[in-house]
């Protein structure tokens, strides 16, 4: 089962926009989905991403801008008539029919021959590894097998955009990781294209080919998860991509793409993510994991550090300089708490965005 | 008070509290007094008296009259008449206009207006369509002003008339119920629906419709029995010695024109029986489809 067929090269949003009253919750969003893609929508609640799922889906209407498959404007169909497959976040599964003929519907409602859409179900539930629950109810099935059966429903019909909302956040820590791979392999086995909205960085680094980043219904930056975990271009990007240190002060110096923040009472260096020249007011983000303990090398950070604990490979600490700013740091070696140690930071890893 | 018999005493309460017996419980004592003496008491008393007739021929006699007595037993028939279709078209209208106002906003509005008729009463709804629907009333008169009709058209005293002050009466009710089963249903399962295909009839005829029928079933009895037992507007708004003797009359008859209390006791235990055959016929029905959650999965 290929969705290869399906004649289409690329979906795209054209300033895709939504208000609520007043309250602008997308705003111009634009945005090309190439055919096979899988997209990841992150961002914290409240940033519009299960609007402009929504939206795709036409669950909602949008009030500006438009949805396009290739030169094809899709924003005035009705849900049922876009052909999209969507699973939802509570799944939302019809109680009163049998997995069987939940994944048959959207064949059902397309009056496809019996033995057809009998054919296609079986081998959506081989995709899913469900053969042997095709005639129970989804209350008797579990909440990782309800959503495999989300997911047959919403492919069965091999839509040109499978939308998911969410889908894994009902799930238990461990069955989350199973079906994160599964929901890749479906989505490479079926040569889908995908919309995966979600607040978890780690599902989007792992599941995307391209990730969205919103914030305040807007877009923040759009790149493959390897851009953004390694150079996000805004703060809060950044943010959610683990840089959980943070150095407030002004820029110092700066030779190429290199700069140095002070931060009251010390300074650290950092690439520049952003325009900045020496006076302007910036943040030094860095993740945890390229603070480590610089032993007596000079040019460190001298810190007291506060917590350390055991992680298996190494120690996570907590420490504070002396103007009370608080570092979290990597170590090889436990340093006791209260002990005075000098940290350094990988200046090619800390970022520098404009404050 | 020793301490065996605080033991005992514990030990007794734990044993009751294995069975959901606690102090608790005990507030469902004025109920069960309450049930007893107005609905059971009542109820065998007057099943007894319909086995000790005043006329002659044994316990069944009362009976056996009914059931011998065209103008009694046609009663029955009558009664089906009248309070089957009105059931059938109250439930058949309650679930559109619920699957509407459950998207409506101003929802409270909206159902209060709809309740008005139930605090109303039928003599007064009664009393109201004499006026309106009669033939000295606005709604023939305006229709003759137009000229769209020449006489008076008849909408009292007959059939319709009771057939229409029922529909009045029972509606809210039914609406109100139905209401609250087409809002219990998960709105995600629309969205689903949608999404995959299907249409808006097809939304409610395979998703809505299969999980409100249970919801359907307890409307259509609960409907059905205030219906079946309709007396007032039958004899204020309908031809209560013709198509219109409802049961209820035949036994307001017996008991207030023959001061036969057994037989009007008889009367009403037949009443009761025709209710509750149509009441299991429906849940028997019902039993057929799924019954269970109207959600789609869980959180």
């Known amino acids: ?355 | 008070m020793t301490s065996s018999t605080l033991q005992e005493g514990t030990s007794l309460r734990q044993k009751l509290a294995l069975r959901g017996i606690d102090g608790v419980t005990l507030l469902v004592l004025p109920s069960v007094l309450f049930v007893l003496a107005i609905f059971i008491y009542p109820f065998i008393y007057g099943l007894l008296l319909s086995f000790a007739p005043i006329r002659e021929g044994g316990m069944f006699a009362n009976y056996i009259t009914f059931f011998s007595d065209p103008y009694l037993y046609n009663t029955i028939a009558a009664t089906l008449r009248l309070a089957v279709p009105v059931t059938l078209l109250s439930v058949a209208a309650a679930v559109p206009v619920a699957m509407r106002v459950r998207l409506v906003r101003r929802q409270r509005l909206l159902t209060t207006l709809l309740v008005l008729p139930i605090t109303l009463g039928t003599v007064l709804v009664a009393q109201g369509m004499l006026n309106y629907l009669g033939p000295q009333g606005w709604f023939s008169r305006s229709l003759m002003l137009l000229h769209i009709i020449s006489s008076p058209l008849k909408l009292t005293n007959n059939y319709w008339g009771v057939f229409l002050s029922l529909i009045i009466t029972v509606f809210p009710f039914t609406f109100l119920l139905t209401l609250s089963y087409v809002t219990g249903i998960d709105p995600g399962l629309e969205k689903a629906a949608a999404t995959h295909g299907a249409s808006a009839w097809q939304r409610f005829r395979h998703v809505m419709l299969p999980l409100l029928v249970p919801g359907l079933a307890i409307a259509f009895c609960l409907t059905f029995v205030q219906a079946f037992a309709v007396f007032p507007s039958a004899v204020l708004l309908g031809a209560p010695s013709g198509p219109t003797r409802v049961i209820s009359i035949a036994a307001a008859q017996a008991a207030f024109e023959q001061y036969d209390f057994t037989m009007a006791s008889a009367i009403a235990m037949i009443m009761g029986v025709v209710q509750l055959c149509i009441v299991l016929i429906v849940l028997v029905v019902r039993n057929l489809f799924y019954r269970g959650a109207t959600s789609g999965g869980k959180g």
């Open chain 1, 1 to 355: 089962m290929q969705l290869a067929s399906m004649p289409f090269n690329e979906i795209r949003l054209d300033r895709m926009s939504r208000s609520f009253g007043a309250l602008n919750a997308l705003r111009d969003i634009s945005l090309s989905i190439r055919k096979g893609e899988f997209i990841a929508l992150l961002g914290p609640s409240g940033c519009g991403k299960s609007t402009a799922l929504n939206c795709i889906a036409g669950l909602l209407s949008t009030t500006g801008g438009g949805i396009y498959i290739d030169d094809k404007r899709i924003d005035q169909f009705k849900p049922e008539d876009r052909g999209f497959g969507m699973v939802f976040q509570n799944y939302a599964l019809f109680p009163h029919m049998s997995v069987r003929k939940n994944i048959g519907f959207g064949l059902k409602m397309r009056s496809r021959p019996k033995a057809e859409i009998d054919t296609k179900v079986d081998e959506a539930l081989a995709l899913v590894r469900l053969q042997g629950q095709a005639e129970k109810l989804p209350g008797q099935l579990s909440g990782g097998q309800q959503q495999r059966v989300a997911i047959a429903r919403a492919i069965v019909i091999e839509p040109p955009l499978v939308l998911m909302d969410e889908p894994l956040s009902n799930l238990d820590a461990k069955l989350r990781l199973e079906m994160r791979a599964e929901i890749r392999r479906i989505h490479n086995q079926m040569k889908a294209t995908t919309i995966y909205v979600t607040h978890d960085q780690d599902e989007a680094l792992s599941l995307a080919d391209r990730i969205v980043v919103l914030r305040d219904g807007a877009i923040r930056q759009v790149g493959t998860p390897h851009e953004l975990y390694e150079r996000p271009a805004h703060l809060d990007v950044a943010e959610f991509m683990g840089f959980r240190n943070r150095f407030t002060g002004k820029v110092v110096s700066r030779e190429g793409e290199r700069a140095t923040v002070s931060a009251g009472s010390f300074s650290v260096s950092g690439t520049v993510a952003e325009d900045l020249q020496p006076g302007a007011s910036a943040v030094l983000a860095v993740r945890p994991d390229d603070v480590t303990l610089s032993g007596e090398a000079p040019g460190g950070v001298s810190v007291t550090v506060e917590a350390i604990e055991y992680r298996g490979r190494e120690y996570v600490g907590i420490a504070r300089t002396p103007d009370g700013v608080e570092i979290i740091f990597h170590a090889d070696d436990a340093a006791a708490p209260g002990s005075t140690v000098s940290l350094s930071i990988d200046p090619a890893r800390a970022l520098v965005f404009s404050a």
